[in-house]
C-alpha cells in the first residue's frame, strides 16, 4: 500500500512566500502558519528577468538565514502584468512551484459587487479580505501607494466599490515635471501650514491638500453607505497621513501580505 502524500506546506519549518507587486514597490513576506517572519520591500522593476528576481530573492533570504527550500507555496498580488510573467518563472524555476496568482477565478470568499468584478485590481480586493476577515464590520480601507484607494466593505463582507485617486508621490512629481520653477520635494509635513519657504510651501500643500482629500472621501461615503464603518489606512504613506487625519482609526502596514495568506488558504489544497 502507498505511504500518503504529505504536503511540504504540513512539513514543520516550511512557509508561505506571499508576493504584493505594487507599480513602485514590491513586497514580499514569509509566513510560517499564520505569523509573518520575515518581510521585505523592493522598487518594482518592469524589466527585471526572473533569473535576476533569483538572485535579489536568495540574497534576501541568504541574509535571513533562510534557503529556497524552505518555502511550500507562493501568492501572487500583482498589479503590474510585465512583472507577473518573470515571478511566475522564479516560482517554477527555482522554487519548483506553481503560484496562486489572485485573480478572476481565485477563491476570495467575498461577493464584488462590482459593475465588472474582473476590473477591481487584485490588491484591492486581497486589502478588503484581510480586512474583514480581522474586523468582521463595515469597513473603509485605504491604501496608500502610487494612486490611492479607497475601498468600502459592507457589515455583511460584500466589496461594495469606492475611489481612485492619485498617488501623494505622484502629485509632488506632477508639481516638479509641470511647474517650471518648483523643486523635487520630499513628501513630508512641513513645520507650519503657512509656510516661508518654496519646499516647505509645497510640502504644505501636498500634505495637509491630502489630508483633506482622504478626510472629505471618508466623510461622503459614510454619509452615502448611511454607517459609521471603522477606517484602516495601509500602504507606505499611511503611517505619515494617519498622524493629521480626523478619519483614520487605524494604520495596519502588513494588510496587503495578510490578505494573500489568507486566500492562499482558502484555495490550497493539501
Known amino acids: 500500500m502507498a505511504a500518503p502524500r504529505v504536503s511540504r506546506f504540513a512539513l514543520r519549518g516550511y512557509m508561505l512566500l506571499v508576493i504584493d507587486v505594487g507599480n513602485s514597490h514590491t513586497v514580499l513576506g514569509l509566513y510560517r502558519d499564520e505569523n509573518l517572519v520575515r518581510s521585505w520591500r523592493l522598487t518594482t522593476d518592469r524589466e527585471r528577468t526572473a533569473d535576476e528576481w533569483a538572485m535579489v530573492t536568495h540574497e534576501l533570504f541568504r541574509l535571513s538565514q533562510l534557503d529556497f527550500s524552505d518555502v511550500a507555496a507562493v501568492t ?4 503590474v502584468p510585465p512583472t507577473l510573467k518573470a515571478l511566475e518563472d522564479l516560482c517554477q524555476t527555482y522554487f519548483k512551484l ?25 490588491d484591492r480586493i ?3 479580505v484581510a480586512a474583514y476577515n480581522k474586523w468582521q464590520s463595515s469597513l473603509i480601507v485605504v491604501d496608500f501607494g502610487t494612486a490611492t484607494t479607497f475601498d468600502y466593505i459592507s457589515a455583511r ?6 475611489a481612485i485617486a492619485p498617488g501623494l508621490v505622484i502629485s509632488a512629481e506632477a508639481l516638479y515635471t509641470h511647474a ?15 509656510a516661508k519657504n518654496t519646499v516647505n510651501s509645497m510640502q504644505s500643500g501636498l500634505f495637509y491638500g491630502y489630508i483633506g482629500l482622504v478626510d472629505g472621501i ?7 453607505a448611511r454607517e459609521t464603518p471603522r477606517v484602516v489606512a495601509t500602504g507606505g504613506l499611511a503611517v505619515l497621513v494617519a ?11 502588513f494588510l496587503t501580505l495578510e490578505g494573500l495568506r489568507i486566500i492562499y488558504d482558502r484555495n490550497r489544497t493539501l
Request: aromatic share 2%.
Open 76 to 79: 501572487i498580488s500583482c498589479v
Open 98 to 122: 506553481k503560484p496562486c496568482v489572485v485573480g478572476p477565478g481565485t477563491k476570495t470568499g467575498m461577493p464584488i459587487l462590482y459593475d465588472n468584478p474582473r476590473e477591481v485590481g487584485a
Open 126 to 128: 486581497v486589502n478588503a
Open 157 to 162: 463582507g460584500e466589496y461594495l466599490g469606492g
Open 180 to 194: 517650471s520653477k518648483l523643486p523635487r520635494v520630499e513628501v513630508a509635513e512641513p513645520p507650519q501650514v503657512i
Open 218 to 224: 471618508v466623510e461622503r461615503m459614510k454619509q452615502e
Open 243 to 253: 498622524t493629521e487625519s480626523k478619519t483614520i482609526d487605524e494604520v495596519d502596514s
